[in-house]
């Protein structure tokens, strides 16, 4: 992969456009310094894995796979250690193979993760006791911490960020291939799960399914690579575009540009602007591209979205990712899909059941309840049944780690425990055991449809 000014100037094309949510730095020069040095630094994967990815999706396009895509709402540097990253990607793992099983097709697995640090945020500023400081947006930017210091903009965090993925990425690759994620011990995982969860009886006809299958395989003496590796790619929020567009380069294979900070990236609801930055410089790379769409999404906008990202029209290359809300899904998805579907246009549809769901409980937790989450999931289902397209996955924010960020579940977490494990630097997560509940519950609307 190699870089050189003149074609490079491609992935630059959004700095004449207005960029929304970008972070107020202070020292231009020293941006400009830390850019400089990151357009060295070598690529976090390559272009050749971002091409694998797109057909991968493609499959999920033309109904053939089903695609996974979770991992923590804002990613922090003191959380990259090997037990967050382990159990963030031993939860995944064990929600793909319960789908796998469930859907019969292959789940393509994608960690919002390596590279989801930065935010956008509703309001600039935050005000505490008289006190209005920068918003916190993410570590990429600025610090959690509420003091004047913790929250100016400071570039060298960018640089943090390009190290923090790569360790992470590259503790994700040696689990994922070397010997960490095999099926069979994934599958112990999930019966462990099924005997100890307060809900596990209701999944226990699938889990025994499940191991009868692996029974089966074993006594036949097959052992396949593919029990034994894992294909797990990375995605995040393409949000900072100095970062994003350092990080850009141009692919010695074919010429074209890649941003070689994550497999996947996605822009948006808040960064969607048709006019805007993000979507320039999305149009300009060759990765799979995410779009998140809301509740006020117009079927106009999605079709210029689809003429401006994918205008060959390549299934796997653009990923709708709807965030509706429970209670406005089943009203506002139906139009987008028939319309989208009309054009010809073969994306991916994808449903992200956390960003439409979030409420502020008594105790100032930002919070979602497990049954929205659910009830979401089960319109987007339900609407993709009644259209006769396929429902391609789902996007959700999540922890292997047992918080209490959001409220119900098998093992309930009720308002009252929010404060025990409420550890999210942004939105709140599904932890562990809702995020296998959720896996085994879609695994079973999946199976209906
Ligand atoms: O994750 C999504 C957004 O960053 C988040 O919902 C913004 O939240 P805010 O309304 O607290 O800024
Ligand atoms: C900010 C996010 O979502 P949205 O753009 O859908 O609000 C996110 O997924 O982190």
Redesign the pocket.
């Known amino acids: 992969m190699t870089v050189n000014a003149e074609s490079h100037a491609g992935g630059n094309t959004w700095r004449s456009l207005p960029a929304a949510q970008q972070p107020d730095w202070p020292d231009q020069e020293a941006l400009r310094d830390v850019i400089a040095e990151l357009e060295s630094y070598p690529p976090l994967v390559f272009a050749g894995e971002c091409d694998q990815l797109r057909q991968r999706l493609g499959a999920v396009a033309r109904g053939e796979a089903f695609l996974l895509q979770g991992g923590d709402?804002?990613e922090a540097f003191d959380a990259v250690g090997a037990d967050q990253i382990r159990n963030k990607l031993k939860t995944l793992l064990q929600m793909g193979a319960v789908l796998t099983y469930a859907g019969s097709v292959p789940v393509v697995k994608v960690g919002?993760i390596a590279g989801?640090y930065s935010?956008?945020r509703s309001k600039p500023t935050e005000t505490r006791d008289g006190v209005t400081l920068p918003t916190y947006r993410g570590d990429s930017v600025n610090g959690f911490e509420f003091t004047a210091a913790a929250r100016t903009p400071d570039p060298q965090r960018l640089k943090r960020m390009y190290h923090a993925s790569a360790a992470t990425l590259n503790l994700v690759r040696a689990f994922t291939t070397g010997g960490y994620a095999d099926l069979r011990q994934v599958h112990a995982w999930n019966q462990d799960f099924v005997k100890s969860s307060p809900s596990g009886q209701r999944y226990e006809a699938l889990a025994r399914e499940i191991d009868r299958a692996m029974n089966f395989m074993n006594a036949c003496g097959a052992d396949p690579e593919e029990f034994r590796t894992v294909e797990f790619y990375a995605s995040h929020?393409a949000l900072v575009l100095d970062y994003e567009s350092a990080l850009t380069r141009v692919d010695s294979r074919t010429g074209d540009l890649y941003d070689v900070s994550g497999h996947m990236v996605?822009v948006?609801?808040?960064?969607r602007q048709l006019d805007g930055a993000h979507l320039e410089f999305a149009s300009k790379i060759r990765n799979p591209i995410g779009v998140?769409l809301?509740p006020t999404t117009t079927p106009e906008e999605a079709l210029t979205l689809i003429e401006r990202l994918d205008p060959e029209r390549e299934p796997g290359r653009l990923t709708f990712?709807t965030?509706m809300g429970a209670d406005k899904i089943r009203d506002r998805l139906p139009t987008l899909v028939e319309k989208v579907t009309a054009s010809g246009a073969q994306v991916v549809w994808v449903c992200?059941p956390?960003?439409g769901n979030t409420f502020e409980a008594a105790s100032g937790h930002k919070t979602r309840r497990f049954d929205d989450v659910l009830d979401e999931v089960k319109g987007f289902f339900e609407v993709h049944k009644g259209l006769g397209t396929h429902p391609g996955g789902i996007?959700v924010?999540l922890t292997g780690d047992d918080v209490t960020e959001c409220v119900g579940g098998g093992d309930e977490i009720f308002v009252d425990d929010l404060h025990q494990r409420y550890e999210t630097a942004?939105?709140p997560r599904l932890n562990r055991s809702q995020s296998l509940d959720l896996a085994f519950l879609v695994a079973e609307m999946y199976r209906d449809q």
Not at 268 to 271: D, K, L, M, Q, V
């Open positions: 709402c804002a919002r989801q935010k956008p929020e996605w948006g609801e808040r960064t998140k809301g990712i965030r992200d956390m960003h996007h924010e942004c939105d």
